[in-house]
Structure formats: C-alpha cells, structure tokens
C-alpha cells in the first residue's frame, strides 16, 4: 500500500540525503539494536513526490477553472485505463499533449504539464524540486495527508525525526484511528504542544520555521 508523507525539516543543499537520513531508522528491512526486525519500520521503498507529486500544488488550484478543465476533458473525450494510488492513467498516452494544452489554457501559470495524471512525472524516480519540496510558508496548513514527520537536529546534530503523527495507527490486529486530524497545520499543533516541556532553547530548535522545508514523499508498506 502506497501513503502519503510530508517530512518537515530544516533548509539543506541535499534534500535526498537528509529524507534518506531520517527515514533510515523506519526501514522494514532493516534492524534494531538487538539486531531484529524493528517493530516502528513503516516502509519498503520511499520516492520523493511519487504517486503523491504536485499534491501541494494542487491545494491552490482554482475550483472553478478546475470545474472549467473538465468541463473541456468531457468535451474531448478524455478516456482513463484505471485509478491508480491517487492518480489516473491517460489511456491512450496520445491523449497526453491536448490534456496538457487544456491544462495550460485554464491554468496559464500552473505549469506546462497537467500534474493531476501520472505522466506528470516517473513515479519511481525521486521528483525534482517545487512542488514537491516547498518552504513550510507556501505550503497550505491544510493540506491532508496520511503522515507527517517533523525532523529536527538530534544531540549529535544528525537529522531525525523529532514528532511524527499518523492518521491511523495497526496495533497488530487492526488499524485505530489518532486524534490527528490529517493535516500540515493539526500536526504542527500537536508538535508545539509537545514542545512546551523543553527548555526555551530546546523549543527553538525544535519548532519549525518559515523557512524549513517540507518534502512530499511516497513510500510503500
């Protein structure tokens, strides 16, 4: 199964080897301490954006030139093979370049391939850069997802994750809803109140800024 993470951290030239960092600790083929398989491992296989590409983006979209576009996909009898994990295939790919001119007639300054189907870009290959990696400032508070790390430096200054929340949670024999509810702005919340037991020092580098990035990924259970 395919989720949806947002990892919150601070601005780096290395983007990859940060989220490779703190993801380390989660992997299901990997071991603990003890040299056993760790039981909080949630993840397989991880991309950058994936799947999940341009979601950010797509908070900011207009409704009613998004209702406009496929008004104007009906029109032109855009046809799909299936739904995929989030996003639909353009079957046949031909359709691909009209999709792609409807898409810059309504959205004009939204980019020049339509990220709402899967050719917007290999879903196994790490995405480059906005809109998948945007500051915590321009990302939409409300955005919803499945999962949410916020990293920080640890004591030996490495990036680790520091507060992660999920919206369920299996507890090996079926999965529970958390109190989170879903989103960028709820788990920021959640951290901060956690984070009113540090020490004014702690807090501020615990607490994320303006500045920090937030990086979509994909990963695999």
Not at 93 to 121: A, E, M, R
Not at 187 to 201: D, G, I, P, Q, V
Request: charged share 30%; with cysteine.
């Amino acid at each position: 199964m395919h989720m949806h993470l947002e990892i919150i951290m601070p601005p780096t030239d290395d983007v990859e080897s940060s989220i490779k960092q703190i993801l380390a600790p989660f992997d299901e083929n990997g071991k603990d301490d003890c040299c056993d398989p760790d039981p909080h491992a949630f993840w397989d296989f991880y991309v950058i954006g994936g799947r999940y590409a341009g979601e950010k983006k797509s908070q900011s979209f207009d409704k009613e030139s998004l209702t406009a576009f496929y008004k104007d996909l009906n029109k032109n009898k855009i046809t799909v093979s299936s739904l995929q994990c989030g996003k639909q295939k353009l079957e046949p790919s031909s359709q691909i370049p009209t999709v792609d001119k409807l898409w810059v007639k309504h959205f004009p300054d939204g980019g020049k391939v339509c990220p709402i189907f899967d050719h917007y870009n290999d879903q196994y290959e790490h995405s480059e850069g906005y809109p998948d990696i945007m500051t915590l400032k321009d990302t939409p508070e409300n955005l919803e997802v499945h999962h949410v790390i916020i990293a920080t430096p640890d004591w030996e200054d490495k990036i680790a994750a520091h507060y992660m929340v999920e919206n369920s949670v299996y507890n090996g024999v079926n999965y529970l809803d958390t109190k989170w509810d879903g989103t960028i702005k709820g788990a920021l919340e959640m951290s901060a109140e956690k984070n009113k037991r540090y020490t004014e020092e702690a807090k501020e580098k615990y607490t994320p800024k303006d500045d920090w990035l937030v990086v979509t990924v994909d990963y695999h259970s």
